[in-house]
């Protein structure tokens, strides 16, 4: 199965007011995105860690409501904040809102501080992990059961790369896989992901291959796409929002025809 080169921006939702988060969204769809992600975090991430800082699906609401063309989604929501039947009837509910355009990103949490300080159990990684695994067919079960139901069949993105246990899941559950890192390490996690969805009797095909980039595309897109990638996210971080490296990547997908 071939997939479309696709552009994403992650607007990091740190260390900005929202009327700046809200007019860097809307320049973003202006420009030609195609998928407009935040992410899932209670602070951030990088700089002042007591710095200005908005939750996710809050805005993810907000969003489906202030745009009309770009899909939204979280890059990625984390798991242990919400339990799977509600994420499911939260992401059911925006996809409504959005007229369709919501993508289910989901993992299996890691930043520490938001466990601690918001009162859920960090465990360990590999619990974090069990409780992905058991979620995952818990969310689409309850979409199942909703009324309405999803206007479509939300596309499910799995973010992460460990090899034993987050590919495999991403082979049994996902639509999306999103990882990071160099073309190098991005082609052989890709060739893992293709045994394990021979694993399960999945075609590899029918997942689209998604990366993080900061490199302008004329350094790294002809080997991400020689790889399998097709969808590729720049990191933006407020307050100001510059979309300059995102635009060139537009122009790039527009120059590919």
Known sequence: M?????????????????????????EAENAGVDIVFNWDHFFPLRGEPDGKHFECW??????????????????????????????????????????GRLILGIGAG???????????????????LADLAQALPRIRDRWSKLNPAPT????????????????????????????????????RKSEILDRHCADVGRDPGE????????????????????????????GVGGPDYDLGLVKEWIAWRDAQG
């Open 207 to 234: 997942i689209e291959r998604s990366i993080g980039v900061s490199a302008p595309p004329q350094d790294v897109a002809e080997g991400l796409v020689a790889a399998g990638a097709s969808l590729f996210t720049v």
């Open 152 to 187: 479509r069949d939300i596309p499910v993105l799995i973010g992460g790369g460990g090899e034993r246990k987050t590919l495999r899941y991403t082979a049994e559950h996902a639509t999306i896989w999103h990882s990071f890192g160099d073309v190098g390490t991005f082609t």
């Open 58 to 99: 809050t805005m993810l609401g907000a969003w489906a409501e202030a745009t009309s063309r770009v899909e939204i989604g979280a890059l990625v929501s984390c798991n242990s904040y919400r339990n799977p039947e509600l994420l499911a009837d939260m992401a059911r509910t925006v996809d409504h809102i959005s007229g």
């Open 110 to 128: 890691w930043f520490q501080r938001d466990y601690d300080e918001y009162g859920y159990d960090f465990a360990t990684a590999g619990a974090r």
């Open 2 to 26: 071939s997939h479309p080169i696709r552009i994403g921006v992650q607007l990091q939702p740190q260390h900005a007011d929202y009327a700046q988060i809200r007019a860097a969204v809307a």
